[in-house]
C-alpha cells in the first residue's frame, strides 16, 4: 500500500476507519458513563492500549482525540469543553503505542537445546511480559499524577498539590488495576495473533 508509510502497515484504509471506530465507541462507553457516576477507576485505556497495539502511536492518539470529543459530545461533563484533558488522553495513547506497536506485546518462551519449552522458559517469558506492561504503567501513572492536577488548578479553584493530595490514592489504584487488565489483554491478544 503506498502513501501509508509509517501510520499503517499492511492495514487498509477501510480497516483502519473500522479499528479506529469500534475502539473510539468502546473508549467512550467504557470510560464515560463510569466518570459520570464518579468511580474512580474507567477501563477505556484498555481500548486505547488496543489502539497503539494495533493501529501505532500516531493513529492512537487521534483515536483519543476524537474518543474525547465525541464522548464529551454524547456525555458532557461541564459547561464547557477543556482541551487538557483531551491532551493527556492522546499522550496516554502515543505511550501505549510507542511500547506496544509492532513490538513484542507478549513475549514467547524460547525453547531450550533439545527444543522443548520448560516451565522456567515460559516464567522467563510471563515476566519479561509482566515487567514491559509495569514499566508502561508506570508511565501512564507518572502522566496522570502530574497532569491531570494541574488541568484542575486550570478550570477549578485550588492548588496543585491539593488536586494532587485529593487523587493520588485513586491514580495509584488505577495503576494496580491496568497493570493486571493490560498484562491479561495481552495476553489474550497473543491467543489470536
Known sequence: MKGGGFLMKKISYAKVIAYMGVLIALDIILTRPMRMIGTPVTFGFLAMATAGSVLGPVLAGIAAMLSDLIGFIMFPQGVTYFVG??????????????????KTRVFAPVPDA???ITMQAKRNAMLKTLMKVIICSF????????????????????????????NIVSYTIAFAVQ????????KYIRLYH
Open 85 to 102: 484533558f483531551a491532551l493527556t488522553g492522546v499522550a496516554r495513547a502515543v505511550i501505549y503505542g510507542l511500547f506496544f506497536y509492532q
Open 114 to 116: 533439545a527444543g522443548a
Open 139 to 166: 508511565a501512564i501513572y507518572i502522566l496522570n499524577i502530574t497532569t491531570i492536577p494541574m488541568w484542575y488548578t486550570v478550570i477549578l479553584p485550588g492548588t496543585y498539590w491539593g488536586f494532587f493530595g485529593a
Open 179 to 186: 497493570t493486571v487488565l493490560l498484562f491479561l489483554l495481552f
